[in-house]
């Protein structure tokens, strides 16, 4: 049996997060506006309006230029990609095929896999379809909205490996700060080229692409069904046809939708109402100084101190891991990062993390506090969460303590006394001579009564060492 190699091929819509859009002077992030509220004559393509080019989108480039460890080309020029859709009002979409802004660079995925950038180009984006049975519905508050489109080379070759770039391509994108990344509105695209070649072919087998992905788990999903779906009709002397393709979610199939257009069915031109683009080396220079810290920065500086499971789920949030930088001490890195894992993540309060993260200080004293028996765990996890709350947010971590109570006593004089009392009761006296007698888990008992009497302010493992001292 015929054994096939996949080739998958990614290109990837980035919403630039700039405060206007691309060629036009109105609010670039409609998530959660009404439809059509945020547009302006040039996006409805109305005749003598001319665009004008958003200069804040340029930096923003640069910067994700320089993220995919890409060549910045100095300079860049526009052109004009022509087809008719009805959320694409002017008739053609002001795009980047001949000279784009970022030239060749790479991905490198968690497993030291570099995938390879062919380049990625400025662009403005069209509006929004939306298809009910007997009509269509436009949308025009995404039209115009800055994008850069990162093209990959032909380098992946396993969905596992697919979902794993733009996994990495999205990580890369928000540490770089130059988009929301905000997946369900839409502000990360992917469009996924698949082809499968017998193994040893000098040559790719004929594509698909599936359009508008937004999600990893559907691009690895829509890898997979194609694979199989291309290598059927190939086992049954049957030819794919080169297409674009829709995916279903909800079946987990792909189903035709028209044909594939080449660069001649554009009819690209040089757009004329845009100058080209000229930057100097000292505008990358500076750019590159500025940089963020990327997320294989952090892989690197936290290998020694995480396990290599918690450090990739930490890294779904910048904010986070910029924060853990911070504490700069290991032992501390360590104590902070199983609690936002422990108390955030595990338990579903990622929500938090929008909010602003507590101070560094904050967090060195909740470590130093539980160090020294001060709180125990669930203390600490209690003041933690506490950080959080508004009302809270501002007041140091010892303070947050003593108005919940949870501060432990250590004072081996107070704890004493405390035993003292319990160990005179009644109640105690018999699990005391179970104790004697050698029965070690009656001691749990007694502790508890300490707890108790101590409203849970003694220090458990000081009151079990006083406890077995005076039971010798």
């Known amino acids: 049996m015929t054994k096939y190699i996949p080739t998958i091929g990614i290109e990837c819509h980035v919403q630039l997060c700039t405060k206007t859009k691309l060629f036009s ?13 945020c547009v302006s004559p040039v996006d409805y393509g109305l005749p003598g309006m001319l665009p004008r080019l958003n200069q804040e989108a340029i930096p923003f480039a640069i910067r994700a230029g320089l993220a995919l460890n890409s060549q910045i080309n100095l300079e860049s020029r526009f052109d004009r990609k022509h087809y008719y859709y009805p959320d694409l009002p002017k008739g053609y979409q002001i795009t980047q095929l001949f000279h784009p ?12 896999t570099k995938v390879r950038v062919e380049h990625a180009h400025l662009e403005e984006d069209a509006g929004k379809s939306t298809h009910e049975s007997a009509y269509s519905l436009i949308d025009l508050n995404r039209a115009g909205t800055p994008l850069i489109e990162i093209v990959s080379m032909p380098d992946i070759h396993s969905a596992a490996h697919a979902r794993d770039y733009t996994k990495e391509l999205w990580r890369v994108m928000t540490y ?3 988009t929301f990344g905000d997946l369900y509105n ?3 695209r992917f469009d996924v080229n698949i082809s499968i070649a ?10 698909t692409e599936i359009k508008n992905l937004n999600s990893f788990r559907s691009v690895e999903r829509v890898v997979e069904y194609e694979i199989k779906r291309q290598t059927k009709l190939l086992e049954k002397g049957e030819t794919v046809i080169q297409e674009t393709r829709g995916w279903n979610d909800a079946t987990g199939e792909t189903t035709g939708q028209r044909s594939k257009e080449g660069a001649a069915d554009y009819r690209y031109m040089p757009e004329p109402d845009i100058p080209p683009l000229r930057l100097s080396a000292d505008d990358v220079e500076q750019a590159r100084q500025n940089l963020p810290k990327m997320p294989m920065w952090y892989r690197q500086q936290f290998a020694e101190i995480l396990p290599t499971d918690l450090i990739e789920v930490l890294l779904d949030y910048p904010q986070l891991m910029r924060k853990l930088a911070e504490l ?7 104590k902070v990062a199983n609690l936002f894992s422990s108390v955030l993540l595990a338990e579903e309060n990622t929500s938090l993390l929008n909010d602003e993260l507590p101070s560094k200080t904050q967090l060195l004293d909740l470590v130093a506090m539980n160090t020294k028996n001060e709180l125990s765990s669930t203390g600490t996890k209690e003041v933690f969460l506490k950080f959080f709350d508004p009302e809270m947010h501002y007041k140091d971590t010892h303070t947050i303590a ?22 005179a009761k009644p109640e105690t006296q018999q699990a005391q001579a179970d104790y004697k007698a050698g029965q070690e888990k009656v001691l749990g008992f007694l502790v508890g009564q300490v707890m108790k009497e101590s409203k849970g302010k003694a220090n458990p493992s000081s009151v079990q060492e006083i406890l077995r001292k005076k039971l010798q």
């Open 25 to 37: 002077e109105v609010d670039n992030d409609a998530r959660g506006k009404e439809p059509n509220s």
């Open 101 to 112: 802004i970022i030239g060749e660079g790479y991905v490198e995925l968690p497993d030291g």
């Open 176 to 178: 770089a700060g130059v």
């Open 186 to 188: 839409g502000n990360m």
């Open 198 to 207: 017998p193994e040893g072919s000098s040559e790719l087998g004929t594509k």
């Open 328 to 334: 700069e001490d290991s032992s501390a890195i360590k």
């Open 402 to 423: 003593k108005e919940l109570g949870v501060v432990q006593e250590n004072d081996l004089g107070a704890l004493e006394a405390i035993v003292d009392a319990v160990l």
